[in-house]
C-alpha cells in the first residue's frame, strides 16, 4: 500500500509538472517583451522542476547575462560573466544540456562564483539549440539529480522560451516596419504634393513666359525632365542628403556630363538636403540651358568654370560661396528687366529662398557670371 500511495503521488507530480508546462506554454505565447518572457519562465520552471532556484541568461555577444531569477537566495541576477566563465556559457557555446549533481566535483563550474550561494547541484539547458540567445538554469541546495523527465519538461520550456523570444522579435519588428510604412506613407504625400506644387508653378511661369505653344512645349518638358532627374538621384540615395558634385553631373548629363571637357568643375565635399537638392538641380539646369542657347555652350571654344569653396572655415559662421562663370562664348548683353524670363527669375530667387543665401547674375560681355553665397547649415554642409 505504502509503495502504491507514492507510485500515485508520483503520477499527481508528473500531471501537476505537465499541465503547468502546457499552461507555461500558453502564457509564452503572449509574450511580447524579452522581460515577459523572463518573468514566465523564471515562476514556472521553478515550480516544473522542484528547484530551489531558477535563473533566466541572455546570451549578450561573448558574455552571460543573468536576467532574471527565482529563488530561495540571492544567485546573480544583472549580473555579466564571459561565455567562457560560467556553465551557462558552456551549455550555450556546446549547444547541450549539462546536468550537474555536485557543482564541486565538476570543472566547468566556477566554484568561487557558486560558494556564496545555496547552489549544490545544477540543470542548464541552452534556449534554442541550433543558435543559442539563452539558457535556463534549475538549482538545488542539496546534491540532487533531477530524473530524466524533469531535465526534458525543462528542455521543452527552453524551446518554448525560444518560440517565445523569436514571437516577441517578430512582433517589435512588425511594430517597427508598420510605423516606418505609415511614416513613409506621409513622408510620399509630402513630396507628391510638393512635386505637384513645383510642377504646377513651373508650368504656369513658363506658360506666362512663352513667346509660343511651341515654345511653351520645349521649355516646359525640359525643366519637367530636369525635376524627374533631380528626384531620380534622391532615389537612388535614398532621398538622404546628396553631394554637390553628384547634383551637377546629374544636371550637366543631358549636355555631355562632368567628362566634358567645356565643362570645369572643381570644389570640396558638399552634402545638401533632398528639399534644398531639388532647387540647387533646378538652378544649375537653368543655367545649363541659357549656356547652351546663348552662352559659353552655344560656340565651339566656349568653357563653363564651376568652382565653390568654404570661406571663414575658422569663424563661428563659415559660408559656402558657388562661382558659374562662362567663358569663350558669343558677347553677353544684359537683358531687359520686361524681357526676364522664368529661368532668370529661378536663377536669382530659387536658392536664396531655399538656402537663405543671396545669388547674383553679371552679364559681363566676356560671359555670363553667377555667384551664390550663403551660410552653412543643417540643409547645405560641409561633407
Not at 509630402?190 to 512663352?210: D, E, M, Y
Amino acid at each position: 500500500m505504502l509503495d502504491m500511495a507514492e507510485h500515485d503521488l508520483s503520477d499527481g507530480e508528473d500531471d501537476s509538472a505537465l499541465l503547468t508546462l502546457v499552461e507555461t506554454i500558453e502564457e509564452l505565447s503572449a509574450t511580447r517583451t524579452i522581460d515577459e518572457v523572463a518573468a514566465v519562465v523564471r515562476s514556472s520552471a521553478r515550480r516544473i522542476s522542484g528547484a530551489d532556484g531558477v535563473a533566466f541568461v541572455l546570451r549578450d555577444n561573448d558574455c552571460c547575462w543573468y536576467l532574471d531569477e527565482d529563488a530561495i537566495g540571492p544567485l546573480w541576477k544583472g549580473k555579466r560573466f564571459p561565455l567562457t566563465a560560467c556553465i551557462s556559457g558552456w551549455s550555450m557555446l556546446n549547444r547541450q544540456t549539462v546536468v550537474i549533481p555536485d557543482i564541486y566535483q565538476d570543472d566547468r563550474i566556477p566554484h568561487d562564483a557558486y560558494r556564496p550561494t545555496f547552489v549544490k547541484s545544477l540543470v542548464m539547458t541552452p534556449v534554442r539549440t541550433r543558435d543559442p540567445i539563452a539558457a535556463l538554469g534549475a538549482y538545488w541546495a542539496n546534491e540532487h539529480t533531477p530524473p530524466p523527465e524533469i531535465v526534458a519538461k525543462l528542455q521543452v520550456m527552453a524551446r518554448a522560451t525560444a518560440a517565445a523570444l523569436e514571437s516577441g522579435r517578430l512582433h517589435a519588428s512588425l511594430n517597427k516596419e508598420l510605423e516606418r510604412r505609415t511614416f513613409l506613407m506621409r513622408e510620399l504625400d509630402h513630396r507628391v504634393k510638393n512635386t505637384l506644387a513645383s510642377v504646377q508653378s513651373i508650368a504656369s511661369q513658363t506658360l506666362r513666359t512663352a513667346a509660343s505653344p511651341q515654345a511653351f512645349n520645349e521649355s516646359f518638358e525640359s525643366r519637367l525632365l530636369a525635376l524627374s532627374q533631380a528626384h531620380e538621384l534622391l532615389t537612388k540615395q535614398a532621398w538622404g542628403k546628396a553631394h554637390l558634385r553628384e547634383i551637377l553631373a546629374a544636371a550637366m548629363r543631358p549636355f555631355g556630363g562632368l567628362e566634358d571637357g567645356r565643362f570645369v568643375v572643381e570644389g570640396p565635399p558638399i552634402e545638401i538636403t533632398p528639399e534644398a537638392a531639388v532647387a540647387v538641380h533646378m538652378t544649375l539646369h537653368e543655367l545649363i540651358v541659357n549656356a547652351a542657347k546663348y552662352g559659353a555652350l552655344s560656340a565651339p571654344a566656349g568653357k563653363v568654370f564651376v568652382t565653390w569653396r568654404i570661406e571663414d572655415e575658422g569663424g563661428a559662421h563659415p559660408t559656402f560661396a558657388l562661382e558659374w562663370r562662362e567663358r569663350g562664348g558669343p558677347l553677353v548683353a544684359p537683358p531687359e528687366p520686361k524681357d526676364e524670363g522664368f529661368g532668370s527669375r529661378l536663377i536669382r530667387r530659387g536658392l536664396s529662398r531655399d538656402l537663405g543665401g543671396a545669388a547674383v547674375l553679371d552679364f559681363a560681355p566676356e560671359g555670363l557670371t553667377f555667384t551664390f553665397r550663403a551660410p552653412l547649415s543643417q540643409r547645405l554642409a560641409a561633407a
